[in-house]
């Protein structure tokens, strides 16, 4: 007897969600009987069972019907809800975007416009990708603080504009970086100084420091003689500017050698 209703349990299963994609069809299909109603209703379900494909598709089919009333407020938000939780981030901030101009004044505003900002957050790419989807998501979460200071979401905002500002330095460090790497010395102490003037505080200040040196030291050494003279002392400058930064950095026994290098040349040069 226990193992016929174990039997049952599987077979029962498929024919309530045979029943469940019928009434699917029976909402959705062209010529439907369904009202208004009936598809709301269906789509709200559908979205609290976290179905959000089909909620989407009969929202879709009535917000027309609910234009500018409350049931319709609720009705919208609820969509750019399930766009949300699909991870379409690019539809789903469009559509927060457009509930915001229609209901101005809902509820719901302030949260659409949270979500919207975490939509571009979500659209942020790797450090090393073109940053103009984190840049339009700074500005977006700037938009929310100004627009609600006293927000219980403040805190999550500037933690969020911190990480996003960290990768923004991170791809200026990268690229000036490179510019060493590919031994191109004179566009490398350019990005550098530039990196350092863009994040006084930057994580990688010794690093970008380091490099400077090391930078300058090697387009002096590479240059003509009219402009070796003024490069070798840039080099030291650097050097000097480095060791009142960090005097215990485990970097400067190799940056000595190199001062003592650039002195020697300076020295020949003055002879």
């Known amino acids: 007897m226990i193992k016929s209703k174990l039997l049952l349990y599987p077979v029962i299963a498929v024919l309530l969600t045979l029943a469940g994609c019928s009434d699917y069809y029976h909402l959705t299909k062209q010529k439907s009987t369904a009202t208004p109603a009936e598809k709301k209703e269906a789509g709200m379900k559908y979205y609290e069972e976290g179905d959000y494909i089909k909620a989407i598709t009969l929202f879709e089919d009535v917000m027309n019907h609910y234009k500018f009333t409350s049931e319709g407020e609720d009705l919208y938000f609820k969509y750019c809800l399930a766009n949300y939780e699909l991870g379409d981030f690019y539809l789903a901030g469009y559509y927060f975007k457009r509930f915001i101009r229609r209901y101005p004044t809902s509820k719901h505003t302030e949260e659409a416009l949270f979500l919207s900002s975490l939509c571009s957050v979500s659209n942020s790419p790797e450090y090393s990708l073109d940053q103009t989807e984190t840049y339009n998501a700074l500005d977006q979460l700037q938009i929310f603080i100004d627009q609600y200071p006293n927000s219980s979401r403040i805190d999550t905002c500037n933690q969020i504009m911190d990480k996003l500002r960290s990768k923004l330095e991170l791809k200026q460090f990268e690229y ?84 003592k290098r650039t002195e020697t040349e300076i020295e020949g040069i003055k002879k």
Request: glycine content about 2%; cysteine-free.
């Open 176 to 259: 000036a970086r490179l510019f060493y790497q590919t031994e191109f010395y004179k566009s490398a102490v350019v990005a550098l100084e530039q990196t350092l003037l863009k994040y006084p505080e930057s994580v990688y200040k010794e690093e970008i420091m380091y490099l400077l040196v090391k930078s300058n030291f090697e387009l002096a050494i590479n240059s003509v003689d009219e402009k070796k003279l003024d490069r070798l002392n840039n080099t030291i400058k650097s050097y000097r500017t480095f060791v009142g930064e960090f005097p215990e950095s485990k970097k400067l026994r190799e940056l000595e050698s190199i001062k």
